[in-house]
């Protein structure tokens, strides 16, 4: 059945803000919430509360856990001696309230997980998809990493979870997290880590048996050749591994148009990886994520929802989103005849994959 059921939102969401000048704005998903209401005016967006620290234990390390907790109980602001652990001033500063922020953002990737256990076909959290961070430490952005702890969650009823990302920035965390477990495949295509944070997901990259695969992409790559790449590896991953449930993390900054990036993925083509996992029939667990360029990413993210749901993406925003939000046409212009970009490092790919994947 169509529809969006199982979905996850709720406004202290928001209060994970680093501030004004940090690129990771939560206009971002208040505007998302707004745009997939305009498209689905059926839409019931179900309080998650707060992650439960058994939930962050699952992936992260309790003395990592009680300095996040030290670090918000600071008043008004947090002494520059206690940042470490990954905090820092440009990349993930510390604020008061951080924890408890953090459990909110996540809250939504773990009860989504739950719903899957249960029997739920589709979950979906309107945040999430902070996949940075690592057992020990915060990373790029990113405080508890929700998509490891779904994939946890996960295992306690699958045999074989696939976390698949689409992201900008390779999935490091998750895959860190996981490196040792058959049990959890990490498939995460990205901007290659040569030119771009993290600096890791190289395609030589190995985990416990084939947990992990990295599908790296040249700066300027195109979207059909993006789309390319993630279908034909994925397509033989799915059928050599077969996994039981996926999660999904939605970073929509591989399009062509985010100030963080050099792929020049459009709507269109980002979405078919949407579709993709969507059609394997399996159950999944998804998430949003990265993604900076605020007039973009309320579309994608909803087109991304209403896909996943089965449910009809129009070509055009309704009239009630302002026009000065940038985001009304869904869809991007097609490419002319000869403006693909990417083709010898993508056939190189997958060529790769194809002789791995037997």
């Not at 699958?158 to 498939?187: E, K, S």
């Not at 997901?201 to 700066?219: C, D, K, T, W």
């Not at 159950?283 to 089965?310: C, E, H, K, Q």
């Not at 212009?333 to 190189?348: A, C, D, I, K, Y």
Request: proline share 8%; with cysteine.
């Amino acid at each position: 059945m169509a529809g969006l059921p199982h979905f996850y939102y709720h406004p202290r969401m928001l209060a994970y803000d680093f501030g004004p000048q940090h690129p990771l704005k939560p206009v971002r998903l208040e505007r998302t919430i707004a745009c997939t209401k305009a498209l689905y005016p059926w839409l019931q967006c179900i309080e998650p509360g707060y992650a439960s620290e058994e939930d962050v234990l699952l992936v992260h390390d309790e003395d990592y856990v009680e300095f996040v907790l030290e670090l918000t109980e600071h008043g008004t602001a947090v002494p520059e001696e206690l940042f470490g652990r990954g905090f820092s001033t440009h990349d993930t500063p510390p604020f008061p309230g951080i924890y408890q922020a953090a459990l909110a953002y996540s809250a939504g990737s773990a009860r989504a997980a739950k719903d899957v256990c249960e029997g739920a076909m589709l979950a979906i959290n309107a945040g999430g998809g902070l996949h940075h961070a690592q057992r020990y430490r915060a990373s790029g952005f990113c405080v508890f990493n929700d998509p490891a702890m779904a994939c946890a969650i996960l295992k306690e009823k699958f045999n074989r979870v696939m976390y698949v990302d689409i992201d900008l920035h390779h999935g490091d965390g998750v895959q860190a997290i996981f490196l040792d477990d058959p049990d959890v495949i990490t498939f995460s295509i990205h901007e290659t880590g040569r030119v771009l944070y993290p600096g890791t997901g190289f395609i030589q990259e190995r985990g416990a048996g084939m947990s992990v695969i990295n599908v790296p992409l040249e700066p300027g790559t195109t979207g059909d050749l993006w789309l390319q790449a993630f279908t034909e590896v994925f397509r033989r991953a799915v059928d050599v591994l077969k996994p039981e449930a996926f999660v999904l993390q939605m970073g929509c900054d591989p399009h062509r148009t985010d100030p963080l990036g050099h792929l020049e993925c459009d709507v269109q083509s980002w979405l078919g990886a949407v579709k993709e996992v969507r059609d394997v029939g399996l159950p999944i667990v998804a998430m949003t994520g990265g993604g900076y360029d605020i007039a973009n990413v309320p579309r994608m993210w909803s087109a991304a929802f209403l896909t996943l749901g089965r449910l009809e993406v129009p070509a055009r925003m309704p009239d009630s989103i302002p026009v000065e939000w940038g985001c009304r046409e869904i869809f991007d212009p097609p490419l002319g005849p000869g403006q693909s970009h990417g083709h010898e490092s993508v056939e190189t790919i997958i060529d790769y994959w194809s002789e791995v994947l037997r």
